[in-house]
Structures are given as structure tokens and as C-alpha cells.
């Protein structure tokens, strides 16, 4: 395992905001480290990369214990949400950074700092001032220097972060595409669940200093471990129900439950593709009390008359208007029953 976290523990002010962390990630592996702020996330990079010390557990990388070990010799590389570029510096003197630091000559700087411009989208950009940058050169410039002293390990600390939207999805795609290219380990956080699921092979989903959940995206999105993950993912048909054989008794009266589901009392998430619009009088009578345009997509809110709003995907011509009532009927394919 190139990096374990064995009850890794820092508090700050006598309160733990990374809890007997227990992790684990495999050479080549990309984790995605997702959770709110305050959950401790950025802490855990911080510890692993030696810029925080542990109170207590241990950072081990190929097996070796980190203690002790200032974070220049841990061979690992971290890139922040905010780039940190050396804004008196071009181009190129922010990538051969780091090799300098390693006491490369200066041609193999120049080398090296051609083959990542290259790789990273910006070929013959060595001696362009930071400054003349876009948000997206930047950040590419910023994983160029990351990458080029070859770390055991990269990190990033919410590396979309500052950028818009459709940059942050193109990029999510390029970035996957050149870590398996270059068999990168990752360790990343983030606080978006789209950016995660895109980019990682695992996500971790981090609560309160600890570990909710630990999966493949697929895992994590079908299955959340409890309704704090299922909330956190923006799932918001999450109620307690009585599981019984084949059925659950909810706010929403009777549900379908899939074959082999825990029974008793439990937590139930219903995604929104489960809620079915039918006629009035063949299910449960809601009021489309709000409606989101999503792209493919609208999503509708729904409130039935003595139970929890619920949320609905629907396709474009068959989304109901504000005010409009209709039926509600549940697709057990797409009912969860949790923890």
C-alpha cells in the first residue's frame, strides 16, 4: 500500500477534527476525498503532506512511518485550490521549481519542463508571465510544477475550486485521462460530489473529523451508508420507515422495498427517477409546488397533503406545472434502504 493512515488523530483546541483516521490508498489509485466544511478533509491532506501533525496515530508511505519527517522529504506532491504560483517568476520557473529544489541540471530542467507543458495543454508556454494567465492555464501550470519532481503521491486541495463550471468539467475529464496516462497515485478533496465521482476510482465521504462511507462512486451513489451521505450527495427523499417483507410503511404510506432489504426500523431513500407521476386518483394526490429546469431534466417538488415533501425527476414534456396536482407512485429500482 504506497499510503495508510492508522488512527490518525489532530485537535485543535481540545476538539478532534481528524478522528482515528483509518485509510488506505493502492499505487495508481485516485481518491477522492469528499465532505462539508469542517469535516476535516483539508486537515487530512495537510497531515499527510507534514504541513499538520499528528496528535496521536501515524502517516505511513510504503510502509514507512512519517513521523519526524519534514514535509520537503516526503515525497509527495500538493497542489492548492489557489495555485500558489511565484508570481515574479514565468512559466517555466514555476515548473523546474521543484527540480531545482532536486538539484537538476539545467538542461533536464528545460526538458522536463517541456514535456509537462506538453502534457498538460500548454506547449511552448515556458516564458509567459503568471500574470497573463487564465484561471484554467494556471491551474494547469500549477499541476505541471506538482507533477515534475515525479511524486510517490499528488494532492489537491479542492483544484477545480476557482474555476467556472464548464472549465471544472473539462478539466475533471483531462485530469483522469492524464493521471491513468501517467499512473499517478491521487489523493484529492473536494467538497463537489460531481468533481468526485468523475475523477476518482474510490470517494471517501468524511463527517465530523471521521469516515462515513468508503467506496466506488457507483458504490457511494447507489448505496449511501446513512441519510447524513445520502443528504450530502443532495438526495432529499430520506425518511424513517418500517421495513418489513418486501414493503416499508413511511410518510408516504406503503413503499416497495427491494428483495433481501434489512428490516425494522430503518432509513429510506427514494432517488428522485423512484417517484412516478400517475393520474390523481391512482396514487398518492401531490401539489407540484416548485419545478427546476436541469437540462435533460426537471426536477419538481411535490407536496403531499400530511407528509414530507418529495422530489421528482421528470422529463421535460411530462413535468407538471406550479400548482398542478398529481398522482405518486414508487419505483422499487430505485428505492434504498440504508445502514
Not at 222 to 243: H, I, K
Amino acid at each position: 500500500m504506497l499510503l495508510s493512515l492508522r488512527a490518525a488523530t489532530v485537535r485543535f483546541g481540545g476538539r478532534a477534527v481528524l478522528d482515528a483516521v483509518d485509510l488506505d490508498v493502492a499505487e495508481q489509485e485516485i481518491v477522492c476525498v469528499l465532505g462539508p466544511s469542517g469535516s476535516g478533509k483539508s486537515t487530512l491532506l495537510r497531515a499527510v503532506a507534514g504541513l499538520q501533525p499528528l496528535d496521536a496515530g501515524r502517516v505511513l508511505l510504503d510502509g514507512h512511518d512519517q513521523s519526524g519527517v519534514p514535509a520537503h522529504r516526503r515525497g509527495v506532491g500538493l497542489m492548492f485550490q489557489d495555485h500558489q504560483l511565484f508570481p515574479q517568476r514565468d512559466v517555466g520557473g514555476n515548473v523546474a521549481f521543484g527540480l531545482r529544489m532536486h538539484g537538476a541540471s539545467r538542461v533536464r530542467q528545460a526538458e522536463r519542463v517541456g514535456e509537462l507543458l506538453d502534457l498538460v495543454g500548454l506547449p511552448g508556454a515556458s516564458g509567459r508571465a503568471v500574470a497573463a494567465l487564465s484561471g484554467g492555464e494556471q491551474q494547469r501550470v500549477a499541476l505541471a510544477r506538482a507533477l515534475a519532481p515525479r511524486p510517490r503521491l499528488l494532492m489537491l486541495d479542492e483544484p477545480l475550486g476557482q474555476l467556472d463550471r464548464s472549465l471544472r468539467e473539462r478539466l475533471v475529464v483531462e485530469l483522469r485521462e492524464l493521471f491513468g496516462r501517467l499512473g499517478t497515485t491521487v489523493l484529492a478533496v473536494t467538497h463537489d460530489q460531481g468533481e468526485a465521482f468523475a475523477l476518482a476510482d474510490r470517494v471517501v465521504v468524511m463527517r465530523d473529523g471521521r469516515i462515513a462511507q468508503s467506496g466506488t462512486p457507483l458504490e457511494v451513489w447507489q448505496r449511501p451508508a446513512d441519510a447524513f451521505v445520502a443528504r450530502f450527495l443532495g438526495f432529499e427523499n430520506v425518511v424513517e420507515a418500517a421495513v418489513g417483507d418486501g414493503a416499508a410503511v413511511t410518510p408516504w404510506g406503503k413503499v416497495p422495498v427491494p428483495d433481501g432489504a434489512p428490516q425494522g426500523t430503518r432509513t429510506l431513500l427514494v432517488r428522485p427517477a423512484g417517484v412516478r407521476l400517475v393520474p390523481v386518483e391512482e396514487g398518492l394526490r401531490c401539489t407540484a409546488v416548485a419545478r427546476t429546469f436541469r437540462g435533460t431534466h426537471v426536477t419538481v417538488h411535490l407536496q403531499p397533503e400530511d407528509a414530507p415533501r418529495l422530489e421528482a425527476a421528470c422529463a421535460l414534456r411530462a413535468a407538471p406545472e406550479v400548482g398542478d396536482e398529481v398522482g405518486v407512485e414508487f419505483d422499487e429500482a430505485e428505492i434504498a434502504v440504508l445502514g
